[in-house]
């Protein structure tokens, strides 16, 4: 009897299934009674539970005969959550689901917030082919594709073949009227020295690697090749023909060329070529060597058109050195410590030097000079520099007095010659011009003059000063032609030795000069001159002392005229 709690709903079909307990209710005792009625029931029980059995296999999931896969599920923990399903070899698999029924299970699949989920959730085998517009189809066409992106990739990778690598990547300037190229054409408008394999790291030898860059730019007619950041060690002088070639740094303190013996840093010669150039700027050159015995930072060797600027030098033999060619410009630098000379200038014409720092805290360094000009060297034009320490602050001579083959027409102005511990001087020179320049130094010793001016066909000071040196301030010897001092300072010389000190000495015999509107004192620091101005014994034609202030010019005397009688002679209208 079937009894419901409430009626079914109308045509609802009621399913009576029969559940027979497995167990055993008969117990048959030895010797006992074996009745038929007894046996038959136990057997229909048995019937029944085979038939019970046999409708729920027939419902269960099975593997046909034959198929020896594993059928035996995870345990519950494995399971739990999961969607039951086969894999290519029709093993069992679990996949994940949110919350283990239907509508979780397609959130899941629509997820794209977990690897595991999605995509993650679908089975693929890239070697099966799919039906048309199935996501098996679609997978694997991506995969296809894939596998050319990834060559394609390889190639834009690729550094060892120009038609590849930046070759395949465009690039356009974001600005009106800009034409697209290549990534590979922009970057050819600069080459860098690491481009050829320099390191840049203070040890490894780059001058190969540079060497290969500069050659590289000759042979295409010029162009720009840039050092990064970094100390690049060579081993040998770097070559360049001029050919139009620029080389640029990062700045001069973070891009450095330092060379480990007693060559040039760097050799520029023009190559019997005119009209071409040759620029370099924004780097350091040095030397790895405590004291250098030979070699330029620069050596501009027959170069005309070089332009040189925001450059540094340190501790080498001679910093810039200039042998023939016309029309170079060196401007905005500094030199340091330079062994021999910090600015060597040889028989050369048409040369502009502006803007710059010469020092050193060494006193036996600029062992020649700091500025150093000789032969045959014309107009050269010096303005605004300061030149501190060493040896000598300026030397200009020639080996001969000879027109065409001294220094000539040369012209300075605002240069600070400064604590050098020995004279300057100018010797077989013709028409130079100082302009607000200023000497101060040769204090080593027993003194010397601030500036000596021997044989020179005639020289102009406007404006300039002395101040401060060991002996005299300036001595004109006998072999002077004209020369004229014109608004001067000459103050506090003979800081070293006061007896006898002048702050302009004129050696017996002087002619042909000129003194006018200049002051002479004393007081200003701790030189005490004794005379302002000094004629030696001799004879003095065509000299002019006019206009001048003597009053407090020297500790004897403001003016002492000892060259008695001379032609053309004047002396008049001084404050004495």
Same mark, same amino acid.
Request: net charge negative; aromatic share 8%.
């Given at each position: 009897?079937?009894?419901?709690?409430?009626?079914?709903?109308?045509?609802?079909?009621?399913?009576?299934?029969?559940?027979?307990?497995?167990?055993?209710?008969?117990?048959?005792?030895?010797?006992?009674?074996?009745?038929?009625?007894?046996?038959?029931?136990?057997?229909?029980?048995?019937?029944?539970?085979?038939?019970?059995?046999?409708?729920?296999?027939?419902?269960?999931?099975?593997?046909?005969?034959?198929?020896?896969?594993?059928?035996?599920?995870?345990?519950?923990?494995?399971?739990?959550?999961?969607?039951?399903?086969?894999?290519?070899?029709?093993?069992?698999?679990?996949?994940?689901?949110?919350?283990?029924?239907?509508?979780?299970?397609?959130?899941?699949?629509?997820?794209?917030?977990?690897?595991?989920?999605?995509?993650?959730?679908?089975?693929?085998?890239?070697?099966?082919?799919?039906? /048309? #517009?199935? @996501? $098996?189809?679609? *997978?694997?066409? !991506?995969?296809?594709? +894939?596998?050319?992106?990834? =060559?394609?990739?390889? %190639?834009?990778?690729?550094?060892?073949?120009?038609?590849?690598? /930046? #070759?395949? @990547? $465009?690039?356009? *300037?974001?600005? !009106?009227?800009?034409? +697209?190229?290549?990534?590979? =054409?922009?970057?050819? %408008?600069?080459?860098?020295?690491?481009?050829?394999?320099?390191?840049?790291?203070? @040890?490894?030898?780059?001058?190969?690697?540079?060497?290969?860059?500069?050659?590289?730019?000759?042979?295409?007619?010029?162009?720009?090749?840039?050092?990064?950041?970094?100390?690049?060690?060579?081993?040998?002088?770097?070559?360049?023909?001029?050919?139009?070639?620029?080389?640029?740094?990062?700045?001069?303190?973070?891009?450095?060329?330092?060379?480990?013996?007693?060559?040039?840093?760097?050799?520029?010669?023009?190559?019997?070529?005119?009209?071409?150039?040759?620029?370099?700027?924004?780097?350091?050159?040095?030397?790895?060597?405590?004291?250098?015995?030979?070699?330029?930072?620069?050596?501009?060797?027959?170069?005309?058109?070089?332009?040189?600027?925001?450059?540094?030098?340190?501790?080498?033999?001679?910093?810039?050195?200039?042998?023939?060619?016309?029309?170079?410009?060196?401007?905005?630098?500094?030199?340091?410590?330079?062994?021999?000379?910090?600015?060597?200038?040889?028989?050369?014409?048409?040369?502009?030097?502006?803007?710059?720092?010469?020092?050193?805290?060494?006193?036996?360094?600029?062992?020649?000079?700091?500025?150093?000009?000789?032969?045959?060297?014309?107009?050269?034009?010096?303005?605004?520099?300061?030149?501190?320490?060493?040896?000598?602050?300026?030397?200009?001579?020639?080996?001969?007095?000879?027109?065409?083959?001294?220094?000539?027409?040369?012209?300075?102005?605002?240069?600070?010659?400064?604590?050098?511990?020995?004279?300057?001087?100018?010797?077989?020179?013709?028409?130079?011009?100082?302009?607000?320049?200023?000497?101060?130094?040769?204090?080593?010793?027993?003194?010397?003059?601030?500036?000596?001016?021997?044989?020179?066909?005639?020289?102009?000071?406007?404006?300039?000063?002395?101040?401060?040196?060991?002996?005299?301030?300036?001595?004109?010897?006998?072999?002077?032609?004209?020369?004229?001092?014109?608004?001067?300072?000459?103050?506090?010389?003979?800081?070293?030795?006061?007896?006898?000190?002048?702050?302009?000495?004129?050696?017996?015999?002087?002619?042909?000069?000129?003194?006018?509107?200049?002051?002479?004192?004393?007081?200003?620091?701790?030189?005490?001159?004794?005379?302002?101005?000094?004629?030696?014994?001799?004879?003095?034609?065509?000299?002019?002392?006019?206009?001048?202030?003597?009053?407090?010019?020297?500790?004897?005397?403001?003016?002492?005229?000892?060259?008695?009688?001379?032609?053309?002679?004047?002396?008049?209208?001084?404050?004495?």
């Amino acid at each position: 009897t079937v009894t419901f709690t409430a009626p079914p709903a109308a045509l609802v079909a009621v399913a009576l299934v029969r559940q027979v307990p497995i167990n055993r209710l008969t117990d048959y005792q030895y010797s006992g009674d074996f009745e038929a009625r007894d046996v038959n029931r136990d057997f229909d029980r048995l019937v029944m539970m085979l038939q019970d059995s046999g409708l729920a296999l027939a419902n269960a999931l099975r593997f046909p005969p034959g198929d020896e896969s594993d059928g035996f599920l995870p345990a519950s923990s494995l399971r739990a959550l999961k969607v039951l399903g086969f894999d290519a070899d029709g093993n069992i698999v679990l996949t994940p689901t949110l919350a283990g029924d239907s509508t979780n299970l397609a959130l899941a699949l629509a997820s794209s917030a977990l690897a595991s989920q999605g995509a993650g959730m679908v089975g693929f085998d890239a070697s099966r082919v799919y039906p /048309a #517009a199935t @996501v $098996g189809e679609v *997978l694997k066409t !991506a995969s296809s594709n +894939g596998a050319e992106a990834a =060559a394609s990739i390889a %190639d834009i990778a690729n550094s060892a073949d120009s038609a590849k690598g /930046a #070759a395949l @990547v $465009g690039w356009k *300037l974001n600005a !009106a009227g800009a034409v +697209g190229r290549s990534l590979y =054409a922009r970057t050819r %408008d600069t080459v860098s020295v690491k481009d050829f394999g320099a390191v840049g790291d203070g @040890v490894t030898d780059d001058r190969a690697a540079i060497q290969a860059a500069i050659d590289a730019m000759i042979s295409e007619g010029g162009g720009e090749i840039y050092f990064p950041r970094g100390v690049y060690q060579i081993s040998a002088e770097l070559t360049v023909i001029q050919r139009n070639i620029r080389l640029r740094g990062s700045g001069r303190g973070s891009s450095i060329i330092r060379t480990t013996g007693a060559a040039n840093c760097l050799h520029v010669s023009g190559g019997g070529v005119s009209q071409e150039y040759f620029t370099c700027h924004a780097l350091g050159f040095t030397s790895a060597v405590a004291t250098p015995t030979g070699g330029a930072g620069i050596y501009l060797d027959d170069a005309p058109f070089s332009n040189i600027y925001d450059i540094s030098i340190r501790n080498v033999f001679d910093g810039i050195r200039v042998r023939s060619g016309a029309l170079s410009k060196i401007q905005d630098f500094d030199i340091r410590d330079s062994v021999n000379t910090a600015l060597l200038i040889q028989s050369t014409n048409d040369l502009f030097v502006r803007n710059f720092g010469i020092h050193t805290s060494s006193s036996s360094r600029h062992a020649v000079a700091a500025i150093r000009i000789e032969d045959f060297a014309e107009a050269i034009v010096m303005e605004c520099g300061d030149v501190v320490g060493g040896q000598r602050s300026l030397s200009m001579e020639a080996a001969s007095f000879t027109a065409g083959s001294r220094p000539a027409y040369n012209r300075f102005s605002n240069v600070y010659f400064d604590s050098g511990e020995l004279k300057s001087y100018i010797n077989n020179c013709a028409f130079l011009h100082f302009e607000g320049c200023w000497w101060s130094g040769a204090r080593a010793g027993t003194g010397q003059e601030g500036l000596e001016i021997n044989s020179v066909v005639a020289v102009d000071f406007n404006g300039c000063t002395w101040f401060n040196n060991g002996l005299h301030g300036c001595a004109i010897r006998a072999s002077a032609g004209r020369v004229r001092f014109l608004g001067c300072q000459i103050s506090s010389n003979g800081s070293t030795t006061s007896a006898g000190s002048a702050g302009l000495f004129f050696d017996s015999n002087a002619s042909n000069f000129t003194v006018q509107n200049c002051t002479f004192s004393n007081g200003l620091y701790t030189g005490n001159q004794a005379y302002g101005l000094y004629m030696h014994t001799g004879t003095a034609n065509n000299v002019t002392i006019m206009g001048n202030d003597f009053v407090t010019g020297g500790t004897t005397a403001g003016l002492l005229d000892n060259s008695g009688a001379g032609a053309q002679k004047f002396i008049s209208s001084n404050r004495v």
